[in-house]
């Protein structure tokens, strides 16, 4: 079975790094622009993981993760943040708001694809 991902970045540089990252590790990926995006492309992306970014316009990565454990279809489905942020503060919010883990930019191909698997086992 192909996991499908969400991922969420505003950078339209690293949408096109994970587009090709993923695509090439085997991975069903829809992307978004922002967190509004995101959200709007939730249900038709039915994903297995999301990933997300925190600095974001519209709506940044924290709403996100809270806006997709509103939902009773998504309440399980993991959540990874990847940023530049790497204060043990940010962290800790995230987690607390329902993020399953955490990656810090730039990230290692082989290591990304390595977490998406494990959090969706």
């Known amino acids: 079975m192909t996991l499908k991902v969400l991922a ?3 950078s339209r540089t690293m ?3 994970l587009q090709v990252s ?3 590790s085997g991975f069903d990926i829809t992307l978004a622009e922002d967190g509004i995006d995101g959200l709007d492309k939730l249900d038709a992306a039915n994903p297995d993981v999301v990933i997300t970014d ?17 939902k009773d279809a998504y309440r399980a489905t993991p959540i990874l943040v990847l940023t530049t942020e790497s204060s043990p503060a940010m962290k800790a919010r995230a987690r ?5 883990g955490w990656i810090v ?5 082989v290591a ?8 969706s086992a």
């Not at 930019?105 to 191909?109: C, M, V, Y």
């Open 54 to 70: 925190i600095n974001m316009p519209r709506l940044d990565g924290f709403g996100v993760i809270e806006a997709v454990r509103a």
């Open 96 to 100: 607390d708001a329902g993020a399953t």
């Open 105 to 109: 930019k730039p990230f290692d191909d």
């Open 15 to 17: 949408r096109d790094l």
């Open 112 to 119: 990304l694809a390595s977490a998406i698997r494990r959090v």
């Open 22 to 24: 993923l695509s090439e």
């Open 8 to 10: 969420i970045d505003d």
